[in-house]
């Protein structure tokens, strides 16, 4: 089993920018991808942005030019960095492992912009 913990989250005005961390109790090379995703009140989760065990990354559309994921392999952790940040945005903000089987998700971590 591992663990995913997720910090880095809070709040900031729009335009603003926050980086979200994801530390994985295991090895993070070992995961099919690792993405982040977020949940906006009354709202379905949606992909954010993922990264691939070869460093392949892909973006929603509504984050693309302002988020990049990024990863530290040594460190088993991931990284969202989130630059000019629109109240769109706010939502909890979840990591997550995909592999064979069950993925394993984060608790997750508020993120509010403020307008």
């Known amino acids: 089993q591992v663990q995913l913990v997720e910090s880095g989250g809070g709040l900031v005005q729009a335009g603003g920018s926050l980086r979200l961390s994801c530390a994985a109790s295991?090895?993070?090379?070992?995961?099919?991808?690792m993405g982040w995703y977020r949940q906006a009140p009354g709202k379905q989760r949606e992909l954010v942005a993922r990264?691939?065990?070869?460093?392949?990354?892909n973006y929603a559309d509504s984050v693309k030019g302002r988020f990049t994921i990024s990863r530290d392999i040594t460190k088993n952790t991931v990284y969202l960095q989130m630059n000019s940040l629109k109240p769109e945005d706010t939502a909890v903000y979840y990591c997550?492992?995909?592999?064979?089987?069950?993925?394993?998700w984060g608790q997750g971590t508020q993120v509010t912009v403020s307008s």
């Open positions: 990264i691939t065990s070869g460093g392949i990354t």
């Open positions: 997550q492992a995909a592999r064979v089987g069950p993925d394993y």
């Open positions: 295991g090895s993070i090379f070992s995961f099919i991808a």
